[in-house]
Nanobody, 115 residues
Framework: QVQLVESGGDLVQAGGSLQLTCKAT????????INWYRQAPGKEREYVGTITKSGSTVYSDSVKGRFTISRDTAKRTVWLQMNSLKPEDTAVYYCNLARGTYRLWGQGTQVTVSS
């Protein structure tokens, strides 16, 4: 079954770090861009960043300099390393594949940052 599965969400104190994992099944991440999004309670889903099929990365201004996306194509795994976490980073984090009109979302993983 083609799917993306996120894991690694947790409760962490402000200033702390957390690493999220996105595991792809039956998807080659070296030929697809993989995106990270997040959705806080009562808010719209927000773009976090992308690791492109070539391995380059793009980040939203809100996380630039604090978050890092990396991958292991052999393991079909993408990571989101989050440092210097803030309470406003609290959200459900999703990884996503978008190719043409095709969209695939994981189930999400909850990150809660306490002040």
């Amino acid at each position: 079954q083609v799917q993306l599965v996120e894991s690694g969400g947790d409760l962490v104190q402000a200033g702390g770090s957390l690493q999220l994992t996105c595991k792809a099944t039956l998807i080659s991440i070296n030929i697809n861009d993989i995106n990270w999004y997040r959705q806080a309670p009562g808010k719209e889903r927000e773009y976090v960043g992308t690791i492109t099929k070539s391995g380059s990365t793009v980040y939203s201004d809100s996380v630039k300099g604090r978050f890092t996306i990396s991958r292991d194509t052999a393991k079909r795994t993408v990571w989101l390393q989050m440092n210097s976490l803030k309470p406003e980073d609290t959200a459900v984090y999703y990884c996503n594949l978008a190719r043409g009109t095709y969209r695939l979302w994981g189930q999400g993983t909850q990150v809660t940052v306490s002040s």
